[in-house]
């Protein structure tokens, strides 16, 4: 197969930065199960099935956490690679940098403090109430 | 509605369910042939050859991949259907809690067989009964006929928005599988018209409604609840297999129920029964009647959910129950059926004995005599002042 290099040649688009992500809205989904009996497919999802997508942003797991990422902002050079990084997408950008930590769904594993090239990131004692 | 009746066929029990299987015509089937249901499978797959189903086959490498294969065509959002047997129902073990718990609406034809060791290939209930916590329906059907009745039964079982359980069907391996009885069919649209088509629950396959089916809930989760709800749909189950009995009665002329009594209004002993040995018991209760005993019968049709309200209704005025278990549960006071039946006649004032026994394990063949060898010692507990011991009763069992 040959591929036509002037066909569509165009420079591609240069990678776009992700929007800010906020923090989730305090919200947890109850479940009335005082009418336990009369559970049907019309009203609950049987078998566990979950129908709402993203609603993992409940699950909070920063409780699983000993120890905290702590951002200098100074330091932080937009690089974004704490943000693909982390597996909790917990790294909250501001304009194109990393300006916190969402500690609702962080568990303090230090990828980013490990990944972050300008060391902008310092992991701390996790200090509970 | 006018019941018009077909020719009666004569077919082996295997036949009338791969007839049946061809008449619902489910999207997918996956399944793995194992004796003695190995024809089912044999005969569907030679129909999806030769274009007679529209059905998508699947042959998969094991009973435990059918298993995984059907929940997830089913979880997909479509009628699927499989068959097994034995040691291949064993194989599907695991996975059977999670078709169930998954609420999906599966339907399996199991033939009944023994389970090893010593390796046996013949009749006995030993694979299903040990699946019956599996949260399954289970029906046990009683001849051809029955096993070709239930197969179209459970699809609109399983299928019901009240319930959405997977059901089993059973039938005895060989005396019903593979031995050739009389069958009447539906008309092909009569039985598509009677399942009517399929309803998917939150299908995987709606990309305009992406769905998480069998997520992990062990971080203080719902887990508890939804065995609740599992439970509590089996409850509705037992309206729901009498409801679709009484819908198909309409239509075939032919009656079902959660359990078949026989000769009981007046009967002082009697007998609980399950599978293809029913019809054998049904001819030493009409002998035993002519000669002015009364005995009577039940045979176990729908044994999860087990209506143990039906059973104490049925059965508390008898004096003497016998319950013959085509199984063993090793250890226990006895037999799956035997530990249902004695606990749903515990409430009964004044309350039944109930004896009991064992027989037909491996295939060993039970004979009209064995029965009436039954009957003959319910009837002297019955006559006895005092109450007898439930020390397992063995019939035909070899001495030599």
Redesign the interface.
């Known amino acids: 197969m040959t591929v036509d290099k002037k066909a569509g040649a165009k420079k591609p688009a240069p990678l776009k930065k992700p929007a800010a992500r906020k923090a989730p809205a305090k919200k947890k989904p109850t ?1 009335d ?1 005082s009418d ?2 009369q ?4 009203r ?8 709402e ?1 993203g609603n993992s942003v409940y ?1 909070e797991t920063g409780g699983w956490r000993s120890l905290v990422p702590k951002i200098d902002v100074e330091k932080c050079d937009g690089c974004m690679l704490c943000y693909f990084y982390c597996p909790d997408a917990s790294i909250i950008v501001e304009n194109g940098k990393a300006t916190g930590i969402d500690l609702e769904h962080c568990k303090g594993c230090g990828i980013c403090a490990k990944e972050c090239p300008t060391k902008a990131i310092a992991m701390l004692t996790d200090e509970k109430e | 509605m006018a019941i018009t009746q077909s020719e009666i066929l004569a077919v082996t029990g295997n036949e009338a369910v791969a007839e049946a299987m061809g008449q619902i015509d489910p999207d997918v089937v996956c399944a793995y042939p194992i004796t003695p249901a190995t024809e089912i499978v044999q005969l569907y797959a030679q129909m999806v050859a030769d274009g007679k189903v529209g059905t998508e086959f699947v042959t998969v490498e094991s009973e435990h991949s059918a298993m995984s294969a059907v929940i997830g065509s089913s979880a997909g959002g479509v009628r699927t259907m499989t068959a097994t047997s034995s040691q291949g129902f064993a194989l599907m073990w695991e996975v059977l809690f999670v078709a169930a ?4 609406p599966i339907v399996m034809t199991t033939v009944n067989r023994a389970l090893s060791g010593p390796i046996n290939i013949h009749c006995d209930h030993s694979d299903t009964m040990g699946g019956r916590d599996t949260g399954w329906i289970q029906l046990y059907g009683e001849n051809h006929q029955e096993a070709y009745d239930n197969c179209i039964q459970a699809v609109r079982i399983a299928e019901h ?4 359980v997977p059901t089993m069907h059973m039938y005895d391996g060989y005396v019903i599988s593979g031995a050739i009885g009389p069958l009447q069919m539906l008309s092909k649209e009569q039985v598509q018209a009677f399942i009517g088509p399929y309803r998917a ?2 299908p995987l396959l709606d990309a305009k ?7 992990f ?1 062990g ?1 203080h ?3 508890f ?2 065995k ?2 599992q439970n ?2 089996m409850d509705r189950a037992l309206k729901v297999i009498q409801e679709v009995a009484d819908e198909y009665a309409e239509l075939s002329g032919r009656q079902y129920g959660l359990l078949d009594p026989y000769q009981l209004d007046d009967a002082e002993v009697a007998i609980v029964v399950v599978g293809s040995t029913a019809g054998t018991t049904r001819m030493v209760v009409d002998k035993l009647r002519a000669k002015g005993v009364k005995a009577g019968m039940v045979r176990v049709r729908a044994f999860r959910p087990f209506p143990h309200e039906a059973y104490a209704e049925a059965l508390q005025h008898v004096k003497v129950v016998g319950v013959m278990d085509r199984a063993d549960s090793f250890g226990a006071q006895g037999g799956p059926v035997f530990m249902e039946v004695r606990s749903a006649l515990y409430d009964c004032d004044p309350r039944p004995q109930v004896l009991p026994f064992i027989y037909g394990l491996g295939g060993r063949d039970i004979f009209p005599d064995n029965i009436e060898q039954a009957f003959a010692e319910l009837e002297e507990v019955a006559g006895s002042k005092k109450r007898a011991t439930t020390e397992r009763r063995y019939l035909n069992l070899r001495k030599d």
Request: zero cysteines.
């Open positions: 479940w199960i336990v009996d559970w049907g497919p019309e609950h999802q049987l078998g566990a099935t979950i129908i997508a699950n | 718990s998954y609420r999906l928005m009240d319930i959405r629950n939150n409604r992406p769905v998480t089916v069998g997520p809930d971080l989760g719902w887990f609840e939804h609740v709800a509590r749909a």
